[in-house]
């Protein structure tokens, strides 16, 4: 062992003081071995603790690189399963299915946060429309509302029924993002758009049924939307609840609106530029560089007290364990 940092090991020692020890200084570490991944170990002499200096957040062992690209993957369209052989053959290394998840929910929660602050400003139409996802077996109705210039996803939500209340919901959903309310909304001919209109924005906005395809003004941006939410659907055939599965929804909604480029509005411009919206993120690989510790602990407290209600309830599965409130499953110390 050395007393002193190696020059090719002065950065691994710096990312520890930047993010685990900022009172310590470079000469109190010493080299302490390797870890299974081949990752550099040090031992801060002062506190004996030691460090893993893979280039792991606080909270993590596995680097955000990592974990972007995994969120990233997912969003296009691979299940967890596929993500997890992908890291085998990439970095080495199987995450369970369940580590996979829970980077998916943590950082789509961490994204929600960020990204609510923007406003998207939008053309005069808006184009509505509604498919049918099955989710635990279950049949929901998943409604969608797109602006018709920018591209940019205003608004997604799941419901069990179809009716004008559903219709209502998710046309305030989508108003609280816009910078401005639209003067048309574009839908097919579902009566409960009628009434859902007229109760979200009042007078004023004009409600317009679509009239096939060769009709002036009809639904096709709309029908290409839900076929590409029918693909990224097909691996959310595994969720168990309306809950995760309108998370995962809204997360799908984020990465087409600020990370996915649209053809029809030119070279690597996404509906968030369209819709003059400059966000500092560009990326999942971005957000996964954020602090996610507060969203793993509400992610934990949740889980634990679901468990505790199915086991006062008699439905606790067999499998089913209580679980620790850890930042994450895979979390063994180090940096």
């Known amino acids: 062992m050395t007393t002193k940092p190696e020059s090719d090991t002065v950065g691994g020692i710096s990312a520890i003081i930047q993010h685990k020890m900022p009172a310590a200084k470079p000469e109190e570490f010493i080299r302490y071995g390797y870890s299974t991944k081949g990752a550099p170990i040090y031992l ?32 296009e369209g691979l299940s967890t399963e596929q993500i997890r052989r992908n890291f085998g053959q990439k970095h080495g290394f199987y995450p369970s299915t369940a580590t996979v998840y ?8 961490l994204a929600k946060d960020r990204m609510r602050q923007f406003k998207a400003h ?12 099955k989710v635990g077996g279950k049949k929901y109705w998943n409604w969608n509302v797109m602006d018709a210039d920018t591209r940019f996803l205003l608004a997604t ?18 108003r609280l993002v816009a910078a401005r309310r639209p003067r048309f909304v ?15 924005f009042g007078a004023g906005v004009h409600h317009i049924p679509a009239d096939g395809i060769r009709a002036e003004v009809n639904n096709n941006l ?51 530029l369209a ?12 957000i996964a560089h954020q602090d996610v510790r507060p969203f793993s602990r509400k ?11 199915n086991r006062l309830l008699g439905k606790q599965r067999p499998s089913e364990r209580m679980p620790k409130i850890y930042l994450f499953r895979t979390r063994r110390g180090g940096l």
């Not at 939008?122 to 996802?133: A, I, P, S």
Request: proline share 4%; charged share 30%; with cysteine.
């Open 157 to 174: 939500r799941l419901s069990a029924t179809r009716g004008s209340r559903d219709a209502e919901l998710v046309l305030k959903k989508a």
């Open 186 to 200: 574009v839908s097919d001919r579902l009566s409960s758009y009628v009434d859902g209109v007229e109760r979200a």
């Open 102 to 109: 829970e980077w998916i929910v943590d950082y789509t929660n």
């Open 44 to 75: 801060h002499k002062p506190t004996g603790k030691r460090f893993v200096a893979n280039g792991a957040l606080p909270g993590r062992r596995i680097p955000p690189e990592q974990v972007g690209d995994a969120v990233g993957m997912f969003y």
């Open 299 to 309: 992610r934990g407290v949740f889980e634990r007290e679901r468990v505790l209600k």
């Open 222 to 272: 709309s029908e290409r939307l839900q076929g590409t939410i029918r693909a990224r659907s097909k691996v959310m055939r595994g969720l168990k609840s309306q809950r995760t599965a309108q998370l995962i929804l809204d997360g799908w909604t984020i990465h087409y609106n600020y990370f996915r480029p649209h053809e029809s509005l030119g070279r690597d411009r996404t509906p968030a």
């Open 122 to 133: 939008t053309g005069e139409t808006w184009v509505c429309d509604e498919m049918v996802l």
């Open 275 to 286: 819709a003059g919206i400059e966000a500092p993120y560009e990326n999942w690989l971005q």
